[in-house]
């Protein structure tokens, strides 16, 4: 879908977008927009500033999302994303960033409003029509990384008609209008790419074997980077701290994954579920990652994740230990490039699958 976000802008825009981006980054150094954050998600701290494709797109609301982001001292992190995702659904996608208690209802006459609280206690702040059933709507939940913010009794409230929220919970704990989504990719992950698709960047063009990007903040990291180290050529760019700014800027992380046939994802602080592996998927790189979530196993919870997630096995190399992941991905990379090029179409076929899927599904709930 980036590809097609790309494809519609034009040349005037385009440079126009560079030189007013240029500006809002001097800009930004000077004026940080800061929140203090809870470790899960210190992603809205820092990154880069960009122009928002947030703008109404028309005024007529029929099949119109209002996509409502509640913490407007935060960066809307999973802006893009979910942009991307719920254009799917066909419906024009507008994004207004308010205080809960400036929320408006704009359920009506083919308009309907999906809350976005980066806290999920954000939602009692909303106004009584979003407490009383008099506003229906749906919530996307995100970065509730540590679980810390479920089970949620705002999911339950009346008027609520889906909920998707990021980081998947044990088998059996959502209702039928509720599920699990993946997290997606930072906001602003596509802008200035002027390269290839994805898509098009074939497993030949890739130079580099694997690479990671990020903190090695703990041991798993450390052994995983150890034990693909022999597997050239390859590139690890280390930084201080999530999102931190000694790290690689947006474009040339994104750069490095349209370059990498594999993208090593370790486990994040405490999720096996990280931003990088569905930042892999975007850029058409094979993630590899293991099958387990240790945060679920304190939940009861010890079957393999991702079919919590995605409703089916991953395509991408899951394994239960670090060896059996170098040693799959040392065989892939030794066998016939078209066969991993394969490989490679089919993981991200799923990738996009799952955004249609999750479209769907909310399409189906506005319309229930
Ligand atoms: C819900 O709250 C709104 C706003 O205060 C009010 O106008 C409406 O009548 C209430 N509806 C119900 C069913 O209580
Ligand atoms: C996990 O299972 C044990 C044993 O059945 C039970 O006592 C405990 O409450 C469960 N924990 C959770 C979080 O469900």
């Known amino acids: ?3 097609t976000r790309r494809q519609q802008r034009n040349w005037p825009r385009n440079w126009a977008a560079i030189a007013l981006g240029c500006l809002l980054v001097r800009l930004a150094a000077v004026h940080r927009l800061d929140g203090s954050e809870p470790a899960a998600n210190a992603a809205a701290a820092a990154g880069p500033l960009r122009l928002s494709p947030s703008a109404p797109q028309h005024t007529d609301h029929s099949g119109v999302l209002e996509l409502v982001w509640l913490a407007p001292n935060n960066e809307f992190w999973e802006g893009d994303f979910l942009r991307d995702v719920l254009r799917r659904t066909g419906r024009t996608v507008v994004t207004r960033t308010v205080e809960p208690e400036a929320a408006a209802c704009a359920s009506s006459g083919g308009s309907f409003t999906v809350v976005v609280p980066r806290w999920i206690s954000l939602m009692d702040r909303l106004p009584p029509e979003f407490q009383n059933g008099s506003c229906t709507y749906g919530i996307i939940h995100p970065s ?4 810390y913010e479920w089970p949620a009794p705002q999911y339950n409230r009346p008027g609520v008609h889906f909920v998707l ?4 919970l044990p088998p059996g704990s959502l209702s039928d209008t509720m599920r699990p989504f993946g997290l997606g990719y930072k906001l602003g992950f596509w802008d200035r790419h002027l390269g290839p698709e994805a898509a098009a960047a074939h497993i030949s063009a890739r130079p580099l074997a694997w690479s ?3 903190t090695v903040h703990h041991e798993e990291r450390r052994q995983a980077l150890e034990l693909f180290a022999g597997l050239t050529p390859n590139s690890v760019t280390h930084s201080s701290a999530f999102n931190a700014p000694d790290g690689l800027a947006t474009a040339a992380y994104r750069d490095t994954l349209l370059s990498s046939r594999f993208v090593l994802c370790p486990l994040g602080h405490v999720n096996l579920d990280t931003f990088r592996l569905y930042e892999a998927l975007e850029a058409g790189a094979i993630p590899v990652s293991m099958s387990t979530n240790p945060m679920l196993i304190g939940l009861n919870y010890s079957g393999p994740y991702w079919p919590l997630v995605f409703g089916s096995d991953a395509p991408w190399v899951v394994a239960d230990t670090w060896e059996a992941a170098y040693a799959e991905v040392s ?8 066969q991993l090029e394969q490989r490679r179409q089919r993981v991200l076929a799923f990738w996009q699958q799952h955004k249609e899927d999750v479209a769907r599904f909310v399409s189906k709930a506005i319309e229930s």
């Open 1 to 3: 879908m980036g590809a």
């Open 144 to 147: 509730d990384e540590g679980l």
């Open 165 to 168: 929220r990021q980081y998947a």
């Open 212 to 214: 990671f990007a990020g």
């Open 331 to 338: 065989a892939l990379l030794a066998g016939p490039v078209h």
